[in-house]
């Protein structure tokens, strides 16, 4: 969710684009940033797990769970957990259109309000791809559906959900 916003931000006062980040120059060299975020990341993870084992909930260092705000409850974390969905959605749309169409999400919301017909998913260099997963992911769910209506009682499912889950490897 944060690296939302942080895209969002740095297109609407702009900054170098998120997907150049990485080319850009810092005042630590590569190997030293990857080895101080390591560390940092492992300290704090490992702190996390600590926690959790104790106390079955997630938190930060020894504040678990972690509730600064006293907002703790079943409907918050409902829409948290829809939130956080809706922002890696939104991330894999900034990245698409980024390595698609090499603008930014707000760059190409502009082009999309100014002639939506012309400029969006379907129109681009993927279009055949989209429409066709469009359509992919659309009918599955339904052939999953009819198939276990119409499959006689106590028979096992033609159509795994997950063929990776299935006992059966071997035919």
């Known amino acids: 969710m944060a690296a939302v916003a942080g895209i969002l931000f740095t297109d609407l006062v702009g900054l170098p684009k998120f997907w150049l980040a990485g080319a850009e120059t810092y005042?630590?060299?590569f190997k030293t940033l990857a080895v101080v975020e390591v560390a940092l990341f492992a300290f704090l993870e490992s702190k996390r797990y600590e926690g959790f084992k104790k106390?079955?909930?997630t938190g930060f260092l020894n504040s678990f769970p972690f509730d600064p705000m006293g907002m703790r409850s079943e409907e918050k974390k409902l829409k948290e957990l829809k939130n956080g969905r809706l922002a890696m959605l939104?991330?894999?749309?900034?990245?698409?259109?980024?390595a698609v169409r090499g603008l930014g999400p707000i760059d190409s919301l502009k082009e999309h309000i100014a002639n939506p017909w012309a400029t969006n998913i379907f129109t681009s260099s993927v279009?055949?791809?989209s429409t066709v997963t469009v359509a992919v992911l659309s009918v599955y769910p339904m052939?999953?559906?009819a198939t276990r209506a119409l499959a006689?009682?106590?028979e096992k499912e033609s159509v795994p959900l997950f063929p990776w889950n299935s006992n059966d490897w071997s035919s």
Do not use: H, N, R, Y
């Open 143 to 145: 052939i999953v559906e």
């Open 90 to 98: 939104a991330f894999v749309g900034f990245c698409s259109q980024a």
């Open 152 to 154: 006689p009682k106590g």
């Open 127 to 129: 279009g055949p791809e």
């Open 55 to 57: 106390t079955g909930e």
């Open 27 to 29: 005042a630590l060299d």
